[in-house]
Nanobody
Framework: EVQLQASGGGLVQDGGSLRLSCSAS????????IGWFRQAPGKEREAVSC????????YYADSVKGRFIIQSDGAANSVYLYLNILKPEDTARYFC?????????????????WGQGTQVTVSS
């Protein structure tokens, strides 16, 4: 069973930065759309960002635009999410997944291969 591995989370102060990594073994990201989502306790999962690896297009939720950056490394079969100027409201578990079913980038029903995610906690 393919699962994506998200890593790089941690505890950081308000205004700090983190780099999240998303990788998979036995599955190539080539020409795929890789999305990052997050879920805070008691809240629904929300889309954060997505990168289309066929043309490099990137998408961001309004809440993170200008602060987060998504990038890919084809050689490493990895996608990274740079979290900058973090705020307490960014606290959540962050997941990456592959868009297999052609949904809009922000619609989680189109994604699969969800892993365990990585926890990001921002203290005020």
């Amino acid at each position: 069973e393919v699962q994506l591995q998200a890593s790089g989370g941690g505890l950081v102060q308000d205004g700090g930065s983190l780099r999240l990594s998303c990788s998979a073994s036995g599955f190539s990201f080539e020409n795929r759309a890789i999305g990052w989502f997050r879920q805070a306790p008691g809240k629904e999962r929300e889309a954060v960002s997505c990168i289309m690896l066929n043309d490099g297009s990137t998408y961001y939720a309004d809440s993170v635009k200008g602060r987060f950056i998504i990038q890919s490394d084809g050689a490493a079969n990895s996608v990274y999410l740079y979290l900058n100027i973090l705020k307490p409201e960014d606290t959540a578990r962050y997941f990456c997944a592959v868009n297999l079913y052609g949904s809009e980038w922000y619609e989680d029903w189109g994604y699969d291969y969800w892993g365990q995610g990585t926890q990001v906690t921002v203290s005020s």
